[in-house]
């Protein structure tokens, strides 16, 4: 069974611009959460959506956004990108989101604004 | 609030020997799970253990078991018999309901640790 996929795993984006992370949980799960990790502030909950429904956001301002396709892949966009933006966007799948299941995580996309 | 404190920045423990990290938390719920994940160079997060509230008996998976003391709100990881390839970043979380179906992991701010040959 493949992993949980996370393209790009690299990115490089200057300040104002804007971004989209793709996640592509393992087949059959139906739910995903992204986190962002920086050094500073640690692991930090953005989302979780479920059934291309958003369920649950973190305290993130409104310029972090995501979606989620009915394949269960899910984005992430941020717009207007500033240089705290930096950091590793992690994201987990699982069946259903609850605990009984494990939460999967994918590789990451290391984006660096400049 | 929901806060998780690693108090334990880095450690270091030699091969073959018994390391315990701590993680204390902070939640009003009642009813939550615990989890140790270890994340090594590499990044990919990998689940370590998990832990019931509900659930008196301690958890343990091979090498690795916890301490869980509800009353005092702790949870330590115990990695027995280390290995080099548990040199890690080791993070402590706890995930509870968040409504509309969903359940949010709170992480702690993680220890690094070294396992030295």
């Known amino acids: 069974k493949a992993g949980v996929t996370q393209t790009p795993r690299y990115l490089i984006k200057t300040r104002g611009q804007q971004v989209t992370l793709s996640c592509s949980p393992i087949?059959?799960?139906?739910?995903v959460s992204w986190y962002q990790q920086t050094p500073g502030q640690g692991l930090q909950f953005l989302f979780e959506y479920f059934s291309e429904t958003q369920r649950n956001k973190g305290n993130f301002p409104g310029r972090f956004s995501g979606r989620q396709f009915s394949n269960s892949r899910s984005e992430m966009n941020v717009s207007t990108l500033e240089l705290g933006d930096s950091a590793l966007y992690l994201c987990?799948?699982?069946?259903?989101?609850?605990?009984?299941?494990?939460?999967?995580f994918g590789p990451g996309t290391r984006l660096t604004v400049t | 609030a929901q806060t998780v404190t690693q108090s334990q920045p880095e450690m270091s423990v030699q091969e073959a020997e018994t390391v315990t990290l701590s993680c204390t938390y902070d939640?009003?719920?009642?009813?939550?799970?615990l989890f140790w994940y270890k994340q090594p160079p590499s990044r990919q997060m990998i689940l370590v253990i998990r832990q019931e509230a509900y659930k008196q008996q301690n958890a343990t998976e091979n090498r690795f078991s916890v301490n869980f003391q509800k009353a005092a709100k702790s949870f330590s990881l115990k990695i027995s018999d280390s290995q080099l390839g548990d040199t890690a970043m080791y993070f402590c979380?706890?995930?509870?309901?968040?409504?509309?179906?969903?359940?949010?992991?709170?992480f702690g701010k993680g220890t690094k640790l070294s396992v030295i040959p």
């Open positions: 087949s059959g799960h139906r739910s």
């Open positions: 979380a706890f995930m509870i309901y968040s409504g509309a179906g969903s359940y949010q992991l709170t």
């Open positions: 939640t009003s719920e009642n009813n939550y799970y």
């Open positions: 987990a799948s699982s069946p259903t989101g609850a605990p009984t299941y494990e939460q999967y």
